[in-house]
């Protein structure tokens, strides 16, 4: 049967079972756009208000489902607003497909209008990409990409679809999807009979002072069951990087919650009293590890990862066990016998005891997270931009489920959130969602506030509004003897005006009393809110290691 290379991309992306896509069109994207309104009954397209929102949004989607996020752009400042969100995809490992189009093949080369190299400009950004100026290539292009992008360490992958093989005819047959087998070389998976394996059996049976640390990885793997019966089976406590947060339940007893510049501080001490490391789908950020000399020094570290190129890039590792989390840890725990020692249990529950809540009934950051989460379950999906804010939530959100979490991790992008929450609402099928956000943060992508309406999702924005640029602020007053340059916002936008204004409801709350009167009224379930709470512009994220520092520099009050 004879179709366009448009018709191919859009069946291709049904064949993948794909059901929603994130875009905005444009001049040389318009004959997918066509084929998408002919297809309206069988795939869905969002369209965003910006391009760099729809890539968040795709992030998000991929991130709370597990599946294959798609974004669409038109050529030149189209695919060029889309590079900001692939980078951020491609530094957290999240499945993302970019398609994008461009002028056609002859003009290609001629600075023609809107014209630019895509391909060119991403290439550090992606773990593969494509141009496809031959459209009997496209469906083998597409189905390559997808493969690509959720295989081995998942990743973005970007196509870029000239506007004459859009409209060029070929012959097609949409034939069924046969999942390609991941990669078995040597240097990409593990021989779980090899020296390595048995030296981390050893190691696990000589250690007096085990921990695990888990990282996005694991909810990549889908080894969240896994890591839990390793701790369970050595008493093994867990200490979370923001990555891996969602990956242990919260009230599980020996997860010491996340750990590293601004993590739990009984969560850093004890990864650093330990003798044994197991790191499971981590990258060792240097946000994570401080002085890499330190974190080291006098300690096992079994590092446990698909990526190769991640042994020992950052942290020096003893003992490298290449590949799948779940296919790795599973081998483990067929060979780890149960291990209890007594004094090292003693020192985790002394560590557990001593995080305390301050100022439980104090009108800041902390209390109003807590007081939010009492309102939503454990299903809810929650995302974050960056910023302070960020390490509030993740020092004080409940998470009890993979999949919860969207939130900004190697990148740091502030204005991240809106988009990925967006994404994250239609994984579950439009449930309530939650994103936490602040002035600084939601000033860079509020626009999208207008897709949320148009699309009535059911997302609760809470603002921690403090006026000023706020972790910047405190890197000013912590190390730049208190030179606030161009860290305070000085705006006059009133967030609840504002709000009404895209069509949303706005709230605000100066008292941990009128949040809980805002939480507990009937908040709109087909569009739409935002709560504004005022905060201190002093209040700061702590505990802090400074960077390059240690446990022994930490930052408490």
Not at 121 to 132: E, M, Y
Not at 232 to 241: D, F
Not at 316 to 331: N, T
């Amino acid at each position: 049967m004879q179709k366009t290379g448009a018709e191919i991309l859009v069946e291709e992306l049904i064949a993948q079972g794909v059901d929603v896509v994130f875009g905005y069109p444009g001049g040389q994207i318009l004959d997918v756009y066509d084929e998408l309104y002919k297809n309206s009954d069988r795939i869905t397209h969002v369209l965003t208000a910006h391009e760099q929102g729809a890539s968040h949004a795709a992030d998000g989607y991929a991130r709370a489902s597990g599946k294959v996020g798609v974004v669409i752009a038109t050529s030149g400042p189209g695919s060029t607003n889309l590079v900001t969100g692939i980078a951020n995809a491609y530094l957290d490992s999240v499945p993302l497909v970019a398609i994008t189009g461009n002028v056609g093949v002859p003009m290609l080369g001629k600075d023609s209008f809107q014209e630019v190299d895509i391909v060119g400009i991403t290439q550090p950004i992606v773990k593969h990409n494509f141009v496809v100026r031959n459209v009997d290539h496209l469906q083998k292009t597409v189905r390559e990409a997808f493969e690509i992008a959720r295989s081995g360490r998942p990743g973005p992958v970007l196509i870029d679809i000239p506007k004459s093989t859009q409209q060029t005819s070929c012959e097609y047959e949409c034939t069924p999807i046969i999942p390609g087998a991941r990669e078995s070389s040597p240097t990409q998976w593990t021989d779980l009979a090899g020296s390595r394996f048995e030296e981390a059996i050893a190691a696990l049976a000589h250690s007096k002072r085990p921990y695990i640390y888990c990282g996005g990885g694991v909810i990549a793997s889908g080894a969240e069951a896994e890591v839990l019966e390793l701790s369970k089976r050595i008493h093994a406590p867990i200490g979370l990087s923001m990555m891996g947060l969602s990956a242990v339940p919260h009230d599980y007893e020996l997860n010491l919650g996340m750990t590293g510049m601004h993590g739990r501080h009984q969560s850093s001490r004890i990864h650093s009293q330990a003798d044994v490391i197991i790191a499971v789908g981590v990258r060792f950020s240097d946000r994570a590890t401080g002085d890499v000399r330190e974190y080291a020094k006098d300690r096992t570290i079994i590092h446990i990862d698909i990526d190769e190129a991640e042994i020992n890039k950052n942290v020096p590792v003893d003992i490298p066990l290449i590949g799948d989390a779940k296919e790795i840890l599973s081998a483990l725990l067929e060979r780890v016998e149960p291990a209890h020692n007594e004094e090292w249990a003693t020192t985790i529950a002394g560590a557990k005891a001593a995080e305390r809540d301050r100022n439980p009934e104090k009108f800041n950051p902390q209390t109003i997270i807590r007081a939010v989460n009492k309102h939503f379950g454990p299903d809810t999906i929650v995302a974050t931009d960056v910023g302070q804010h960020q390490m509030w939530v993740m020092q004080n959100y409940v998470f009890e489920k993979p999949r919860t979490l969207l939130t900004s991790g190697g990148l740091g992008t502030m204005g991240y959130g809106m988009g990925a929450a967006i994404g994250g609402c239609f994984a579950t099928s439009k449930q309530p969602t939650l994103l936490f956000t602040s002035d600084g943060s939601f000033g860079m992508n509020l626009n999208e506030l207008a897709t949320a309406v148009s699309q009535k999702l059911p997302l609760v924005i809470v603002l921690l509004n403090n006026g000023v640029l706020g972790m910047v602020r405190q890197w000013q007053t912590m190390f730049y003897g208190e030179r606030y340059s161009q860290t305070t916002l000085d705006r006059k936008t009133d967030f609840v005006k504002l709000t009404n204004a895209f069509g949303a409801q706005g709230f605000k709350a100066t008292s941990l009393d009128e949040l809980e009167q805002v939480l507990s009224s009937e908040l709109p379930t087909d569009g739409p809110c935002l709560i504004d709470c005022h905060i201190g512009q002093d209040e700061r994220v702590l505990p802090m290691i400074p960077p390059g520092g240690s446990i022994d520099d930490i930052v408490l009050d």
